[in-house]
């Protein structure tokens, strides 16, 4: 028997079901090599020799191959089919070669599949081939750059920018996008302008909606009405004079279907209509893929397969007729730049498994799955047909023209089954009554409506994912990595599925632009990756890619290594200076501290790696406000907004590093910290009074004694909210507004559903998500941990890898990890009491064991060397 090795149990149940008892499938849990994260990894000194170490818990999963091949020395290779697939192969190789698993006379095999279907993964088998060297090199460029730029730039960030913790080849590039956009919004000045509507009628009584194109006889451009005055003078020219339809213009038109999914119109699409993040989605391709229900979901190829064009063509005739079935079938060019990334386009296996035939119990498979689905069927479907009218207004002296537009669906073609997403809210035009030329149309209201222009928005996932594939940053399989980290390193906040820069990001991005601007270049980056191209075509040499880059970028590197804290914060602080000090209203110097007026504002780090504007006379000044507010801040700094007085106390509205708060009284030697509270959530600054602030002073607030044992019932705010506590039992309230209004008969309500709970934080937690049942009884539940969210199972309790978020663990992602938590435990049990030390006896059975399956928990993805790469 062969020994087949792919890289996931999910996959491997999914191939065994397919080869049957001829074959040992066995999963390497991904990569089985990584560099170790220290100096010298990669050696530039020594022509960027890499040293490479099998991972702690992959040795055991290299063994299991080992033990495999002793019994069947025949190997065949069939992971993924792209870089990181050939590139795990490789590795595999290697390890077992050093190992001596593989000897001189095993024949060592690698096969690819674009789909894990019974007729791929045969056919594959029947047409074996070497290991893509071109492809591995590829991988062995990318991982150098990125270890020698992640390794060596983040250190400097680390002495040089307090609390900034790493950057990456493509990561810091991706970031420069965010707070650009930032900048730009921060920097926009909205313009108003006025337009003028008007709601007419036709002859028989039909209303529709036209807007002033033509005003004086000339055509109205966008800020022409300026003023609410222009606009109103506008109004009356219109009521004025009588309006006759002079022309109708008919235009009929096609809307064409968009090609089928590749990775980055995948991510996107599944960011406008569901919110989903890039590995989210990635996470549940990937479950679909490993279950044989779509072809492989990295990728930048949008072509599809001869015999699935057929089967599509042939599933939409069978549902909807022949007449959503073109004359020829679609064909979309494959705009990959090479080979590596040249896989079919995503498509579903089986065309005519429709979402509801499958059954999915997983949501975001099912969502996922669904959008595919469509997708596919409609990209082979028939153009929609529509006619467009546009209606033309005017006055008989021709000094007002007024334009009607709409549209008439003839022929919905693949509109019936998908229509794509868009990233701004753009309608379409509605239908139009029956209309005439020369007919009189009369008014039956003509309104004016002001508008401001809109700052660029933020980017969301799917329009920083679009900006990337644009500018040629990154590939299909990095995306989902890169924007997940720039968030988990705390440089991007996701708010309402916007991606707002920290001001850690905002300072590491200044940082990097300001002493290396070359390496955070668009066109650089750009350039790069087409190099590394380059090698995956065999077209250039990966060593002379790194030598030319190294050679530039440690000279790069030797230029900082003078650099003083103080001169980086004096660059950055020249580099904000627009956004951080921007002009006042009276003309001074903006730079000039509004409390003392004699120092002056500059920027400041904090221990947390954050960052704020401070006076120079600290301590005898204390004025600061955040690094992201703006001059209207500065009345809240220093002494702050006096609210009022309590007794012979001021309260006063402050700011600090943290946000606003409210303050009783001012620091002396007796009282060095004042009486404080922050602005809990929802609460605005400009709301804020005298009353208000006293209410949040006076928390903790009592709301009685206990009826059953006398002790005090309180209404406090909190680290994680408002809340209500009696002795040691916290209960949490659902509104800030009902710390200062709850009953004791509430309280104590809420108090004993949360004693009933049990006992200890652990026991009252909520699950984030209930699975379903364990085939054995009994039912799973993803829970919140202190250590990070696990899956619990009556007394197993299985720690979530850290790449797999809570929302999207499928149900059998958690059996394995249950399953391999329980076989931990059994192997506990089964030690020998005597000997606790003598652990390497039962691993031999525990590998045979394993040889011999094809169902274990998914690895987590081996944690990178601090600072990270990109890829």
Same mark, same amino acid.
């Given at each position: 028997?062969?020994?087949?090795?792919? $890289?996931?149990?999910a996959?491997a149940?999914?191939?065994?079901?397919?080869?049957?008892s001829?074959?040992?499938?066995?999963?390497?849990f991904?990569?089985?090599?990584d560099?170790?994260?220290?100096?010298?990894?990669?050696?530039?000194?020594?022509d960027?020799?890499?040293?490479?170490?099998?991972?702690?818990?992959?040795?055991?999963?290299?063994?299991?191959?080992?033990?495999?091949? %002793?019994?069947d020395?025949?190997?065949i290779?069939?992971t993924?089919?792209?870089?990181?697939?050939?590139?795990? *192969?490789w590795?595999l190789? /290697?390890?077992?070669?050093?190992?001596?698993?593989?000897?001189?006379?095993?024949?060592?095999?690698?096969?690819?599949?674009?789909?894990?279907?019974?007729?791929?993964?045969?056919?594959?088998?029947k047409?074996?081939? @070497?290991? @893509?060297?071109?492809?591995?090199?590829?991988?062995?460029?990318?991982?150098?750059?990125?270890?020698?730029?992640?390794? &060596?730039?983040s250190?400097?960030?680390w002495?040089?920018?307090?609390g900034?913790k790493?950057?990456?080849r493509?990561?810091?590039?991706?970031?420069?996008?965010i707070?650009e956009?930032e900048m /730009?919004?921060?920097?926009?000045?909205?313009?108003?302008?006025?337009?003028?509507?008007?709601?007419?009628a036709?002859?028989?009584?039909?209303?529709?909606?036209?807007?002033?194109?033509?005003?004086?006889?000339?055509?109205?451009?966008?800020?022409?009405?300026?003023?609410?005055?222009s606009?109103?003078?506008?109004?009356?020219?219109?009521?004025?004079?009588?309006?006759?339809?002079?022309?109708?213009e008919?235009?009929p038109?096609?809307?064409?279907?968009t090609?089928?999914?590749?990775?980055?119109?995948?991510?996107?699409?599944a960011?406008?209509k569901?919110?989903?993040?890039?590995?989210q989605?990635? &996470?549940?391709?990937?479950?679909?893929?490993?279950?044989?229900?779509?072809?492989?979901?990295?990728?930048?190829?949008?072509?599809?397969?001869?015999?699935?064009?057929?089967?599509c063509?042939? /599933?939409?005739?069978?549902?909807?007729?022949k007449?959503?079935?073109?004359?020829?079938?679609?064909?979309?060019?494959?705009?990959?730049?090479n080979?590596?990334?040249?896989?079919?386009?995503? +498509?579903?296996?089986?065309?005519?498994?429709?979402?509801?035939?499958?059954?999915?119990?997983?949501?975001?498979?099912?969502?996922?799955y669904?959008?595919?689905?469509k +997708?596919?069927?409609?990209?082979q479907?028939?153009?929609?047909r529509l006619?467009?009218?546009?209606? #033309?207004?005017?006055?008989?002296?021709?000094?007002?023209g007024?334009r009607?537009?709409?549209?008439v669906?003839?022929?919905?073609?693949?509109?019936?089954?998908?229509?794509?997403?868009r990233?701004?809210?753009?309608?379409?035009?509605?239908r139009?009554?029956?209309?005439?030329q020369?007919?009189?149309?009369s008014?039956?209201?003509?309104?004016?409506?002001?508008?401001?222009?809109q700052?660029?928005?933020?980017?969301?996932?799917?329009?920083?994912?679009?900006r990337?594939?644009?500018?040629?940053? =990154?590939?299909?399989?990095?995306?989902?990595?890169?924007?997940?980290?720039?968030?988990?390193?705390g440089y991007?906040?996701?708010?309402? &599925?916007?991606?707002?820069?920290?001001?850690?990001?905002r300072?590491?991005?200044?940082?990097?632009?300001?002493?290396?601007p070359r390496?955070?270049?668009y066109?650089?980056?750009?350039?790069?990756e087409?190099?590394?191209?380059d090698?995956?075509?065999?077209?250039?040499?990966?060593?002379?890619?790194?030598?030319?880059?190294?050679? @530039?970028?440690?000279?790069?590197?030797?230029?900082t290594?003078?650099?003083?804290?103080?001169?980086?914060?004096?660059?950055? @602080?020249?580099?904000?200076?627009?956004?951080?000090?921007?002009?006042?209203?009276?003309?001074?110097d903006?730079?000039?501290?509004?409390?003392?007026? $004699?120092?002056?504002l500059?920027?400041?780090t904090?221990?947390?790696?954050?960052a704020?504007?401070?006076c120079?006379?600290?301590?005898?000044?204390?004025?600061?406000r955040?690094? *992201?507010?703006?001059? =209207?801040?500065?009345e809240?700094a220093?002494?702050? %907004?006096?609210?009022?007085?309590?007794g012979?106390?001021?309260?006063?509205?402050?700011t600090?590093?943290?946000?606003?708060y409210v303050?009783?009284?001012?620091?002396?030697? $007796?009282?060095?910290?004042?009486p404080?509270?922050?602005?809990?959530k929802?609460?605005s600054?400009?709301?804020?009074?005298?009353?208000?602030?006293?209410?949040?002073?006076?928390?903790?607030?009592?709301?009685?004694?206990?009826?059953?044992?006398?002790?005090?019932?309180?209404?406090?705010?909190g680290?994680?909210?408002?809340?209500?506590?009696? &002795?040691k039992?916290?209960?949490n309230?659902?509104?800030?507004?009902e710390?200062?209004t709850?009953?004791?008969?509430?309280a104590?309500?809420?108090?004993?559903?949360?004693?009933?709970? =049990?006992?200890?934080?652990?026991?009252a937690?909520?699950?984030?998500?209930?699975?379903?049942?364990?085939?054995?009884?009994?039912?799973?539940?993803?829970?919140?941990?202190?250590?990070?969210?696990?899956?619990?199972? #009556?007394?197993i309790?299985?720690?979530?890898?850290?790449e797999? /978020?809570p929302?999207?663990?499928?149900?059998?992602?958690a059996?394995?990890l249950?399953?391999?938590?329980?076989?931990?435990?059994?192997?506990?049990?089964?030690a020998?009491?005597?000997?606790?030390?003598?652990?390497?006896?039962?691993?031999k059975?525990?590998?045979?064991?394993t040889?011999?399956?094809t169902?274990?928990?998914?690895?987590?993805?081996?944690?990178?060397?601090?600072? $990270?790469?990109?890829d």
């Open positions: 028997m062969a020994v087949v090795v792919v $890289e996931s149990p996959k149940k999914t191939i065994n079901k397919y080869l049957g001829d074959y040992t499938v066995l999963a390497s991904g990569h089985v090599r560099l170790p994260p220290k100096d010298g990894s990669v050696d530039p000194e020594h960027f020799d890499m040293k490479w170490e099998v991972a702690a818990d992959s040795k055991k999963h290299v063994r299991a191959i080992a033990e495999a091949l %002793k019994n020395n025949d190997l290779l069939a993924d089919p792209d870089r990181e697939g050939e590139a795990i *192969s590795h190789t /290697e390890a077992l070669s050093k190992s001596k698993a593989i000897k001189k006379d095993t024949p060592v095999k690698r096969v690819v599949f674009n789909a894990i279907t019974k007729s791929a993964v045969t056919e594959a088998m047409n074996p081939r @070497d290991v @893509d060297m071109p492809l591995v090199r590829a991988y062995l460029a990318r991982r150098a750059l990125d270890y020698l730029v992640g390794f &060596n730039l250190p400097v960030l002495r040089k920018l307090p900034a790493s950057a990456g493509v990561q810091s590039v991706c970031l420069r996008l707070v956009r /730009e919004i921060e920097a926009f000045r909205a313009r108003e302008y006025w337009s003028v509507t008007a709601n007419l036709n002859t028989r009584g039909a209303e529709f909606t036209a807007r002033l194109v033509t005003l004086g006889g000339k055509k109205l451009e966008r800020y022409d009405l300026a003023t609410q005055a606009a109103e003078l506008a109004v009356e020219a219109v009521k004025k004079r009588d309006l006759s339809v002079q022309s109708v008919a235009k038109a096609n809307r064409n279907p090609a089928p999914f590749m990775t980055s119109t995948l991510q996107q699409e960011s406008r569901f919110g989903m993040g890039a590995r989605t990635m &996470n549940a391709a990937q479950r679909l893929y490993e279950a044989g229900l779509i072809t492989y979901m990295r990728t930048d190829g949008i072509d599809m397969a001869p015999e699935a064009v057929t089967a063509r042939a /599933e939409i005739e069978k549902r909807f007729g007449d959503y079935v073109p004359a020829a079938p679609r064909i979309y060019k494959n705009k990959a730049k080979a590596q990334e040249a896989h079919e386009c995503i +498509r579903p296996t089986d065309m005519s498994a429709d979402p509801d035939s499958l059954k999915l119990t997983d949501s975001d498979q099912r969502k996922l669904d959008l595919i689905w +997708r596919t069927i409609a990209c479907m028939e153009a929609a006619e467009r009218t546009t209606v #033309e207004i005017d006055s008989k002296d021709g000094q007002v007024l009607a537009t709409g549209q669906m003839l022929f919905d073609g693949f509109l019936k089954v998908y229509e794509e997403g990233d701004d809210d753009e309608g379409e035009d509605g139009l009554p029956q209309l005439g020369g007919e009189g149309v008014k039956k209201a003509v309104t004016p409506e002001q508008h401001f222009t700052p660029p928005p933020r980017y969301t996932e799917a329009t920083l994912v679009k990337m594939e644009e500018l040629g940053i =990154g590939r299909p399989s990095t995306y989902a990595s890169i924007v997940t980290t720039i968030q988990e390193r991007v906040l996701k708010d309402k &599925n916007r991606l707002k820069p920290e001001d850690k990001g300072l590491v991005t200044i940082f990097l632009t300001s002493y290396f390496y955070l270049g066109d650089f980056t750009a350039g790069m087409e190099q590394l191209d090698i995956s075509a065999g077209s250039r040499d990966y060593k002379d890619v790194l030598q030319n880059f190294w050679a @530039d970028f440690s000279a790069a590197l030797a230029e290594s003078d650099l003083r804290i103080t001169e980086v914060l004096e660059k950055i @602080d020249e580099v904000l200076a627009p956004h951080l000090y921007p002009p006042r209203e009276d003309g001074s903006p730079r000039v501290c509004p409390t003392c007026g $004699e120092g002056r500059n920027l400041k904090a221990r947390s790696g954050g704020f504007i401070g120079s006379n600290y301590p005898n000044c204390r004025y600061t955040p690094l *992201s507010g703006d001059e =209207g801040d500065a809240l220093g002494d702050g %907004k006096l609210l009022g007085y309590d012979e106390d001021a309260i006063r509205l402050k600090g590093r943290f946000g606003p303050q009783r009284g001012e620091a002396t030697e $007796e009282v060095p910290k004042p404080r509270s922050s602005l809990p929802g609460w600054v400009e709301d804020m009074d005298l009353d208000k602030a006293l209410m949040l002073l006076s928390l903790p607030r009592l709301v009685g004694q206990h009826p059953e044992d006398g002790e005090p019932v309180e209404a406090a705010i680290r994680f909210g408002p809340y209500v506590k009696h &002795n039992t916290y209960a309230l659902p509104e800030v507004d710390v200062f709850i009953g004791m008969n509430r104590v309500e809420l108090i004993a559903a949360k004693a009933a709970r =049990g006992p200890g934080r652990g026991a937690a909520q699950p984030l998500k209930v699975l379903g049942d364990h085939p054995e009884g009994g039912a799973i539940q993803v829970m919140p941990g202190r250590y990070g969210p696990y899956v619990k199972w #009556e007394k309790n299985a720690t979530l890898p850290k797999i /978020e929302e999207a663990v499928t149900m059998e992602q059996l394995e249950i399953q391999a938590k329980a076989a931990t435990k059994g192997k506990k049990k089964a020998p009491k005597k000997a606790p030390a003598k652990k390497a006896a039962p691993k059975t525990a590998a045979k064991t040889a011999k399956k169902t274990a928990k998914k690895a987590p993805a081996k944690k990178k060397a601090e600072p $990270e790469g990109d």
